[in-house]
């Protein structure tokens, strides 16, 4: 049986709830089973894009609808993709959301609390 391919998970949460650890840590998973997968990182994508960034919502336009089409490239080149971003507006998640066709978003829910703890004694859910 053939495995399915061609989709996308969106990691997605406030900053410091744990979105680039999970994402890592679903990527060796993935990987480990044979599953053809990269991670999609809004913070690596604005630093090439902007190096000197101001969090505008111009920019974030530009920055999500980067990582959306380069996600709907992979997919369609059956590399499937995790996402890792804040994404603070739900419409940059509903535009991959229009463009990949097997899409679905993660939510990490962290308390404030336990935001940024190290990631030995991570501990949100």
């Known amino acids: 049986m053939e495995k399915p391919s061609d989709w996308c998970v969106w990691v997605t949460g406030l900053p410091g709830s744990g979105k680039s650890v999970i994402s890592q840590v679903l990527l060796d998973k993935l990987r480990e089973i ?19 960034p101001t969090y505008t919502e ?12 380069i996600t709907k490239l992979l997919t369609q080149n059956s590399i499937d993709v995790i996402i890792n971003a804040t994404a603070n507006s739900r419409l940059y998640r509903d535009m991959a959301r229009k463009e990949i066709r097997r899409f679905i978003e993660a939510y990490i829910r962290c308390l404030y609390e336990e935001r940024s703890k190290t990631r030995k004694d991570f501990r949100c859910t």
């Open 58 to 69: 111009e920019e974030r336009s530009i920055v999500y609808a980067t990582t959306v089409y």
């Open 34 to 52: 044979g599953v053809n997968a990269q991670i999609v990182s809004s913070d690596t994508l604005r630093k090439s894009i902007t190096p000197y």
